[in-house]
């Protein structure tokens, strides 16, 4: 059996940074926002539905799904945003569940950017570990990646779980304040951890 850690922090927070570190160690990395675009790319398994219950008007004409405009539909409406999240969470749920049973590591990754705020997705995960950084460094950081503008993320920001809420959900936390070398560090002697304590745990679960 694959033990799984749930790898999770707000936006910029340095998650997709820690799990590439995660994944040169040779450890399984399940990325949720890639399964949920893979869903909805081109012939992806949510299209269907998608199309039934949101309007054909977010489908172009070869049948691609416009992502700004499907963005925009449930940023200005919240009951869209329940019917998107009531298609898309069983899949991802299922997705994520079928790549895990394909792992023969001992441990392995899921980075997966709203755990906290979608308990439903924590059934996946036996631990939950954290990038911790503080609001300023995550504005900084999101701003040099992508040139949104400070509004933009701190909208998004306010969109996710706060700082305090992550840190009480998580097992294990990983500060990124300082240099990519350092996160580098720590990944490794996070790997030296969970690699000892989820084998005890399988010798004591066999
Ligand atoms: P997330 O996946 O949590 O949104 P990323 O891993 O993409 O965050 O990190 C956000 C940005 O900050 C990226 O451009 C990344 O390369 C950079 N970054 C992450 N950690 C560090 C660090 N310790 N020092 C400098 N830049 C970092």
Redesign the pocket.
């Known amino acids: 059996m694959t033990y799984w850690v749930g790898l999770t922090?707000?936006?910029?927070?340095?998650?997709?940074?820690?799990a590439a570190e995660f994944a040169r160690l040779g450890v399984p990395v399940i990325d949720a926002d890639e399964v949920s675009r893979s869903l909805t790319a081109d012939h992806g398994a949510a299209l269907p539905e998608i199309r039934a219950r949101l309007g054909n008007e977010l489908f172009d004409t070869k049948g691609r799904l416009n992502r700004a405009a499907l963005r925009d539909r449930v940023f200005r409406r919240p009951q869209a945003k329940q019917v998107l999240e009531s298609i898309m969470h069983p899949l991802i749920l299922a997705e994520i569940r079928r790549r895990q049973s394909e792992a023969e590591q001992v441990y392995g990754v899921i980075?997966i950017?709203l755990l906290i705020e979608q308990p439903a997705f924590s059934v996946l995960a036996h631990r939950i570990l954290v990038?911790d950084v503080s609001e300023a460094t995550q504005i900084e950081?999101?701003q040099?990646?992508s040139g949104l503008d400070t509004g933009e993320i701190k909208r998004i920001m306010a969109s996710q779980a706060c700082r305090r809420e992550r840190l009480l959900a998580a097992d294990d936390v990983l500060p990124?304040e300082?240099?990519?070398a350092?996160?580098a560090v720590k990944v490794q002697r996070l790997h030296r951890y969970y690699r000892a304590y989820f084998s005890r745990f399988s010798r004591a679960n066999p």
């Open positions: 922090g707000g936006i910029g927070s340095g998650k997709s940074q820690a980075d950017p990038v950081r999101v040099s990646r990124n300082g240099t990519l350092e996160l």
